[in-house]
């Protein structure tokens, strides 16, 4: 096929086991970095997705336990707690002229990948997806919607725009967006609130939402007025009514770590949130009692 792209995947899980399978489906060179178990499996089964979005299908994929060659595009798609022994995986003379995305939640990952790989190749991306790992190679993808928001200050505009129209070929709404840091504070102003509060909480959005409505209010203001400082405006009406318009029973990627007693993103996210406020000396009360007693919990 014409433009036909080599993407390496590190961390085929919930998000990066769908975006391969959908890439190869495609017509694209797919290579997914992952332990050599799960590399066997998917060399063996390849990737299998359940969606309502893009149906249930299999798609073939290679995989490594590192790259060796190569790619146009690496994704970063695991968990940040899991960042600094996944990127043993990427060495940076192979990587080479590619694309480095990472689909991370938080906004601090960006400067960790630019001081290790070439920095005007550093794109962080926004991807808004529910998409759950049920055993490797097995993906189940919930939400309706894949969305994602490339960005990267520094990286040829030309770069972006040939990934996005690949990514939106393969079935996702993929844009290019012209600020990073207002991409990367817009979902970490709207992650926050949910991950801390049903996390602390234990409850799923709606019942979060209606119980402890006053201190998601005070969280949303609280991480509106650090995302401004920032210098990524963030509106906290349009926060509560996206909150508002979730479905019932839908839970932060947080309180499921929680639950299934995984490491939590509570650093990336509440610890990251409060750094940048002691910065730009914004007082954030709430946001700190939360991330208190998440670790006080063994969090």
């Not at 992952?34 to 798609?59: H, K, P, W």
């Not at 790619?71 to 940076?92: E, F």
């Not at 991807?127 to 490339?150: K, M």
């Amino acid at each position: 096929m014409a433009n036909r792209h080599t993407v390496a995947v590190l961390g085929p899980g919930g998000t990066g086991g769908l975006l391969a399978a959908l890439l190869s489906r495609s017509g694209h060179r797919v290579v997914c970095l992952a332990q050599e178990g799960t590399a066997d499996t998917l060399r063996r089964t390849g990737i299998t997705v359940r969606s309502a979005q893009f149906g249930d299908f299999t798609a073939p994929v290679e995989a490594d336990t590192e790259l060796r060659e190569p790619v146009d595009t690496c994704l970063i798609t695991v968990k940040h707690t899991a960042l600094g022994a996944a990127l043993t995986r990427i060495p940076p003379a192979a990587l080479g002229d590619a694309l480095l995305v990472p689909l991370l939640n938080g906004v601090e990952h960006p400067a960790t990948l630019r001081a290790r790989y070439r920095p005007d190749r550093v794109a962080p991306a926004v991807i808004r997806v529910e998409s759950t790992r049920l055993a490797p190679g097995v993906i189940e993808h919930g939400s309706p919607f894949t969305e994602i928001d490339l960005a990267g200050d520094g990286v040829p505009h030309a770069r972006l725009d040939a990934l996005a129209a690949v990514l939106t070929t393969a079935g996702t709404t993929a844009r290019v967006v012209g600020d990073e840091t207002a991409a990367l504070w817009a979902k970490m102003a709207f992650l926050a609130p949910f991950a801390l509060l049903t996390t602390r909480y234990g409850l799923p959005l709606d019942e979060t939402r209606t119980h402890h409505r006053d201190e998601l209010r005070a969280l949303v203001a609280e991480t509106t007025a650090v995302s401004r400082a920032c210098g990524a405006p963030a509106d906290p009406a349009q926060a509560l009514t996206r909150y508002d318009a979730f479905p019932p029973g839908a839970k932060s990627s947080m309180q499921r770590d929680a639950e299934a007693g995984r490491p939590l993103e509570l650093d990336a996210i509440g610890g990251a949130l409060l750094r940048a406020a002691e910065r730009h000396r914004v007082p954030v009360p709430v946001t700190a009692r939360l991330v208190r007693e998440l670790r006080d919990a063994g969090h």
